[in-house]
């Protein structure tokens, strides 16, 4: 694989290859995808193609949570005719990850996992910050990241837990690993005093912290071989690694057992369900109008709904209800799509685009128009409160 490095022909042999164990660990897509390619410019002003890869296993009792196991794949190449294989940096968090997968598919989780593999690190993270950009799954769902590089090298047997002087509600259950750690598991490298020692933006992780999605990063401290040709498999702490990924996957599940607690001490961020509550709930108002059921709109539009449509008609809930029974309207599609949600507390912000095709009063019509749904939470349930839309012009008009 000529050292992974992103954008070479090595790094597209080894995001295959993490492709192929993803797929035999039983991750399942999303989306129907496994791969969220992304492109940066180097420090050489060249455009780069690369490639995260990602699968999910969904958990029995918090599907709609998600925790994010990562490291990334690439490293730095060939330089100068030789070839830095990463063995440690990051080969090491990235087999940790197959492992994992292989073991909660045999053994349930109660939150989903979502393992992730970033391309781009050694560039600057650049995998990561496409991934946080534009997640596979509501930002809002992803109560944490527990981010593995190099995890396989270590002389004095020591493995650190870093993030917890930004999130300290997570330090009891980091400690709680601790006793039973195979490897001494030590607190630390996340103070901004430490300067150079602060970890907290030198690998994948960062790319959560900026978001405020809580972390826990497992590493060793730099060795003799880091970002060295000698980082062979040959220099690996063969046992220190077997049980310092026995210590993370103690950890996650430690995580999954309390991610409840963790989605309520996890900082100004919304409801990790309440993204999915609001997706659902526009999909259920598509459907109303499409069957034209009138005891979904009965249920799901306030009673102060006002709706102002692309050609200038204001209408309120009672108007659109008595629309839904005398016209004479049959829908063959209506979809929305490109939706976008900002939740700001009991408030939501529901951006999208509707296609819709059938026939009215007799003549086939088509459509399409952009809306803006302002939705709000009333009794602990989601509701729409106003939408107001604009015509998207045929091209051929």
């Known amino acids: 694989m000529e050292g992974r490095r992103v954008g070479t022909p090595g790094g597209i042999k080894a995001r295959d290859y993490v492709l192929k164990r993803f797929k035999e ?72 990850l197959f492992a994992m997968a292989a073991y909660f598919k045999k053994h349930r989780p109660e939150t989903s996992l979502l393992f992730v593999a970033f391309d781009a690190e050694e560039a600057g993270l650049n995998g990561s910050k496409k991934f946080v950009a534009e997640p596979p799954v509501p930002a809002a769902s992803i109560l944490l990241n527990i981010n593995m590089d190099m995890v396989g090298h270590s002389d004095k047997n020591e493995l650190y837990a870093s993030g917890t002087y930004h999130y300290p509600f997570l330090l009891p259950l980091v400690e709680s690993v601790v006793k039973d750690a195979k490897v001494k598991l030590l607190i630390g490298h996340d103070r901004p005093e430490q300067k150079r020692d602060d970890w907290t933006f030198q690998s994948d992780h960062g790319s959560f912290h900026r978001q405020k999605i809580p972390y826990i990063y497992f590493g060793v401290e730099d060795h003799k071989d880091y970002h060295q040709p000698t980082d062979d498999y040959s220099t690996l702490t063969k046992t220190f690694y077997v049980h310092a990924v ?34 659902a709930l526009n999909d259920e ?41 005398t016209r004479k309207i049959t829908f063959e599609s ?21 296609r819709a095709r059938g026939m009215s009063d007799g003549k086939k019509f088509e459509f399409a128009e952009r809306y803006t749904a302002v939705f709000v939470k009333l009794s602990d349930k989601w509701q729409i409160a106003a939408e107001q839309s604009t015509e998207i012009p045929n091209k051929g008009k």
Request: net charge neutral; aromatic share 8%; proline share 3%.
């Open 25 to 96: 660990s039983g991750l399942a897509d999303i989306g129907g995808k496994h791969l969220q390619p992304f492109t940066f410019t180097s420090r050489e002003k060249i455009e780069v193609q690369g490639t995260n890869v990602y699968g999910v296993l969904k958990g029995s009792k918090r599907p709609e949570m998600y925790i994010a196991i990562s490291a990334h794949y690439d490293h730095l190449g060939v330089r100068n005719g030789v070839v830095y294989n990463g063995a440690d940096d990051d080969a090491s968090g990235t087999s940790a």
């Open 246 to 279: 026995e210590t993370v996957l103690a950890a996650v599940k430690v995580f999954d057992s309390n991610s409840d607690a963790i989605a309520k001490r996890s900082p100004a961020r919304p409801d990790p369900r309440a993204e999915q509550d609001i997706r």
């Open 285 to 325: 108002y598509d459907r109303a109008i499409v069957t034209r059921d009138a005891a979904i709109f009965e249920r799901i539009l306030t009673d102060d709904f006002i709706l102002t449509s692309f050609d200038g008609i204001v209408s309120n809930k009672r108007g659109e209800i008595e629309k839904l029974k």
């Open 334 to 354: 209506g979809k929305s799509d490109d939706i976008r949600v900002k939740i700001y507390g009991n408030t939501a912000v529901v951006t999208g685009r509707f």
